[in-house]
């Protein structure tokens, strides 16, 4: 796997352009092939091909409430889905080249979007290194992936939604740096550590209101561990398309109650130089925190 990889990263030097015109075109046949397996008896169509197959969210109303409710980033295609269902093929014991091919498979039909090509790179090296056994803290090899997914692509420099998708991963290893065993406790602070990591990123598109932490510990589990497994469901057996489509507007309701307090956001939106400088700070502070972590336990080594 690693032999393959660097021999993408070697192919895309002298012809990066060509290499995202190739995969951008294949993946919309792809991506067209899964529009046209969402069922048309499903009340909810366009959202079913939004959470599933990676086209733009089109109901108004619902984007307007996830955006309030800050819940817009894990409903839209990201490196969430991929995780999620690596994770499902994990326990089912799929082997990883098998589980790759899949989740590449995957990121073409959602559009090959950078969230999920990044999340896909992070996921191939992290497998790869692992037979090499080459270990890196966590944040560390959130920076590799990103810096090797724009070696590919180097034009998604100033992609948002590339940089969102780093910066929401850069959340989750600071979150496995602390080491917290706790399940409830690692919970909480994984959503506390999203919701600091991504106040910048999504400065003017979400509200960034402090009830979105609640939002995303109580609802959030609904999309990524109901809605996506349904939507899926709806796809491959359309009979089921009524059961997403009571979630969904059970969903919606919930939304519509509970983004009721919450202003809309109107801001303007962040520079991509800021989110550079953003994330990069991160990856320093955190290298500096995970230099003082192990400094501490080396001391008390040499104490006892």
């Not at 692992?130 to 992609?159: Q, Y």
Request: net charge positive; glycine share 4%.
């Amino acid at each position: 796997m690693i032999i393959i990889l660097l021999l993408a990263a070697g192919l895309s030097i002298s012809s990066s352009n060509s290499l995202l015109n190739n995969a951008s075109r294949l993946s919309q046949s792809y991506q067209q092939k899964c529009l046209t397996l969402v069922p048309l008896e499903s009340e909810n169509h366009t959202a079913l091909a939004s959470i599933v197959c990676g086209e733009q969210l089109q109901d108004q109303n619902l984007k307007q409430n996830l955006q309030k409710t800050s819940l817009i980033h894990i409903f839209v295609i990201s490196g969430s889905h991929l995780l999620l269902l690596d994770e499902l093929f994990a326990t089912l014991r799929v082997p990883f080249f098998v589980r790759f091919l899949l989740l590449s498979l995957y990121s073409l039909v959602v559009g090959w979007q950078p969230p999920a090509v990044r999340a896909l790179s992070a996921l191939g090296l992290r497998g790869s290194f692992k037979k090499l056994k080459w270990l890196f803290p966590a944040d560390t090899m959130t920076l590799i992936a990103g810096c090797f997914t724009l070696l590919l692509f180097p034009d998604w420099w100033n992609s948002t939604s590339f940089l969102m998708s780093w910066c929401a991963a850069l959340a989750l290893s600071g979150v496995s740096l602390l080491k917290i065993k706790n399940s409830l406790h690692r919970l909480v602070f994984t959503q506390v550590s999203i919701f600091v990591f991504m106040m910048v990123p999504l400065w003017g598109l979400s509200s960034l209101h402090p009830l979105s932490l609640l939002y995303n510990l109580l609802l959030g589990p609904l999309v990524s561990y109901l809605l996506l497994p349904l939507g899926f469901l709806s796809i491959a057996f359309p009979i089921t398309a009524g059961v997403f489509d009571f979630v969904i507007e059970f969903f919606s309701w919930l939304l519509v109650w509970t983004s009721e307090p919450v202003p809309t956001a109107r801001a303007s939106t962040v520079s991509t130089t800021y989110l550079w400088v953003w994330i990069l700070s991160w990856h320093v502070l955190l290298h500096f925190l995970r230099l003082k972590l192990r400094q501490g336990k080396d001391s008390a080594w040499s104490a006892s």
